[in-house]
């Protein structure tokens, strides 16, 4: 089955204690991104990747890093994390960026205390 | 500056009939616009996409108009369905990145 995963789905952390959010697509998809969800702001870029070893910064990149060793994976670190880092968080990967349909993973309810 | 918007947060209708949900955007560069349906605890999914050399797209049930002219963008249910419940986001593409709205939520009476 063609589908975005993402791991964890639930993450309660501390503030400055590293963690990582896995993302894998099976698909063979070139473009890759990262979202944050908020209430009442929707969906926010993160960042996105054009192919492996290709990534740039969206809308709000600050105390984010990605890395994209392989195609089907992307996944997105938090070298410290803050309180205002508390979101719901979704990857989401398309054949291209060029107008092709973004299929986004089920989600990642991260809560920084 | 860039953003993407709604004009309601909430929009109730009857199941059965039509739904309009709208959406304004700022970048008269934009090229290609998207409508996604999200329903609750799941990601985004794809409903239909324009690109800007289109003004009007029609999907299974859905339409969307594009009017460059005041950069308005506009999804149309046609007899909505109960299952038609879910947030509705727009999304243009700006570069290689694209910027969503904030979202409508859409309730179907019975």
């Known amino acids: 089955e063609a589908q975005v995963t993402q791991n964890p789905r639930y993450l309660i952390t501390v503030t400055g204690k590293k963690l990582t959010v896995t993302c894998s697509q099976n698909?063979?998809?070139?473009?890759m991104s990262w979202y944050r969800q908020d209430p009442g702001l929707g969906l926010r870029q993160i960042y996105y990747?054009?192919?492996?070893?290709?990534?740039d910064k969206g809308d709000v990149p600050e105390g984010y890093k990605v890395s994209r060793k392989e195609k089907r994976n992307f996944p997105l670190i938090l070298e410290s994390p803050s309180p205002n880092q508390t979101s719901l968080y979704f990857c989401?990967?398309?054949?291209?960026?060029?107008?092709?349909?973004?299929?986004f993973g089920p989600g990642t309810r991260l809560t920084v205390l | 500056g860039e953003s993407v918007g709604l004009h309601l947060p909430t929009l109730s209708v009857q199941e059965g009939d039509n739904s309009i949900i709208n959406c304004a955007y700022s970048?008269?560069?934009?090229?290609?616009f998207i409508w996604y349906k999200q329903e609750s605890g799941k990601g985004p999914q794809f409903i239909i996409d324009?690109?800007?050399?289109?003004d009007k797209r029609q999907g299974q049930r859905v339409t969307v108009l594009l009017n460059k002219t005041v950069k308005h963008l506009s999804l149309q249910i046609a007899a909505t369905q109960p299952g038609d419940s879910a947030v509705y986001f727009c999304?243009?593409?700006?570069?290689?990145?694209?910027?969503f709205g904030p979202g409508t939520r859409l309730s179907v009476l019975p």
């Open positions: 970048n008269s560069a934009s090229d290609y």
């Open positions: 698909m063979n998809h070139e473009y």
């Open positions: 999304a243009s593409m700006r570069g290689q990145n694209f910027v």
């Open positions: 989401a990967s398309s054949l291209s960026f060029i107008t092709d349909t973004q299929y």
């Open positions: 324009i690109r800007s050399n289109m």
């Open positions: 990747s054009m192919n492996v070893e290709v990534t």
